[in-house]
């Protein structure tokens, strides 16, 4: 490769060796990319990069141990904010995807994307900053809605903050809303309270429907 073509330097993340080993491989045969990282998860990615060098592109999977993709998205961004950060994931949920965005994802592949697909993923990302199929965009777009004054805002229905993706993870477990209230330092009234706001919020009546939306949008692995 040319100075004026370098190569890709990517790092995968994923703790499905198999998968993670056979998607280095197949990349590897990218012209001009090659996989310089491959990590069992967000904290081994982390350790990896820190020592060099750094890849100009991180493949992770959102769901990992120890540190998930969410968290090791949100890492690269406070810390390393010139290396692109596509998600590789089963969800394509509208809550996912806000959630991905807030934390700077920069594309979103589903793990049945054909290799020319994510050939061009990768290069879309480096030459223009992100990359989103056909089928993100779509929900991405109905996401937004144009105001009356013109600006465009995310539907608030979707917004969700860290208190109530904590509860809603929590919720889903088999503590009781007693030990919740414990976990995340609110009294047991609160506790009450935010969980009838997220009903309201959600269109939920219970707390089975709460886990069910949890898992759905990828919140929760079962």
Known sequence: MSNLNPTIKVALAD????????LASLINQFEGCEVIIQ????QELVEKIRTGPAPDLV???LNM?????????????????????PMLTMYDSEMALIRLLQVGVKGFLKKDIHPDELEYAIRSVIQS??????NATGKLVNLFRKQTDGSIKPLEKHILNETEITFL??????????????QIGLNPRAVDNLRDQLFQKLSIKSRVGLAMYAIRHGLVIV
């Open 39 to 42: 990590a069992n998860h967000g």
């Open 169 to 182: 993870k929590l919720a889903s477990s088999e503590l009781t809303y007693k030990e919740i209230a414990q």
């Open 59 to 61: 493949l992770l999977d």
């Open 15 to 22: 703790d499905h060796t198999l998968l993670r080993t056979a």
């Open 65 to 85: 141990p120890l540190m998930d993709g969410m968290e090791t998205a949100h890492y690269l961004q406070e810390n390393f904010p010139d290396i692109h950060v």
């Open 129 to 134: 900053g992100f990359y989103y199929s056909h």
